[in-house]
């Protein structure tokens, strides 16, 4: 029996989220029902990272075990098959042991703003039409590297034994026509970065200033952050793997 690790790339746009949901269509859906139709035989995927709804992804990872290694043609067939908002980039052989959640080691996220009206943004940025302070920005930013305890910004109704997380980076990068915040870490929780973003913002207004961000989030109660940014601004950019983890199937 072989592991496989599946490259996917997407928009959220019309999904309920990553994993497999009741009565919702994801992106895990789509693709165990591609793969199912070439294949002509059940498949089911273990995902790397789950998206919320409506949040888009430049990489994530499934991974599935079969006895039959992919055929040359994999690639080109089962995109056909799945819906223009979702690709399969790529099909790579694993260690039976590997692991697309528990051995991933980073992960990183991008958040999309823009101040001034554009169509072309509409659907991939979130518009925020408010002065903002960028030496604020970086300030709180930085901020949060000092932390671990990160269950501020964690939504409600979550599974996780434990709300500690490293960020490695985290950072507001001004670009042509959007602001961007980056940040990679460990590990995330779930609507963690958007809560990011949201009360960050608050900071960058002058609404709240770096000692009240620190109290928040040393308060560890999520009703205390903003949750209020929306999904599409945010992409997940990266899911990291140890050094050589695909050259050594």
């Not at 994530?60 to 690709?87: E, W």
């Not at 990183?108 to 703003?113: L, N, Q, R, T």
């Not at 932390?147 to 434990?162: A, E, G, I, L, M």
């Not at 670009?175 to 960050?200: C, E, P």
């Amino acid at each position: 029996m072989g592991r496989y690790f599946v490259e996917v790339a997407y928009k959220g746009t019309h999904y309920s989220g990553f994993q497999v949901q009741e009565n919702a269509g994801s992106i895990q859906a789509e693709v165990e029902k591609a793969l199912s139709t070439l294949h002509r035989r059940p498949f089911q995927l273990t995902g790397s990272s789950r998206t919320d709804a409506g949040v888009h992804a430049l990489q994530n990872f499934f991974h599935y075990d079969d006895p039959l290694p992919p055929h040359d043609q994999v690639l080109y067939k089962v995109n056909a098959i799945l819906p223009r908002d979702i690709v399969v980039k790529n099909i790579l052989a694993v260690n039976e042991s590997s692991h697309s959640r528990f051995h991933a080691v980073s992960r990183e996220y991008h958040y999309h703003i823009y101040s001034k009206k554009n169509p072309f943004l509409d659907d991939r940025a979130y518009f925020f039409p408010y002065p903002l302070d960028m030496d604020r920005l970086q300030a709180a930013a930085a901020l949060l590297k000092t932390h671990r305890n990160f269950q501020s910004f964690s939504k409600r109704n979550t599974q996780v034994k434990t709300f500690q997380c490293e960020l490695f980076e985290s950072e507001w990068i001004q670009g042509n026509d959007t602001l961007l915040y980056r940040v990679k870490g460990s590990r995330f929780l779930r609507g963690m970065v958007r809560g990011l973003v949201g009360t960050m913002l608050q900071v960058g207004r002058g609404k709240i200033g770096l000692e009240e961000l620190n109290e928040i989030i040393l308060s560890l109660d999520c009703t205390k952050a903003d949750f209020s940014t929306p999904a599409h601004g945010l992409f997940l950019m990266a899911v990291a793997y140890p050094e050589g983890f695909f050259k050594n199937p």
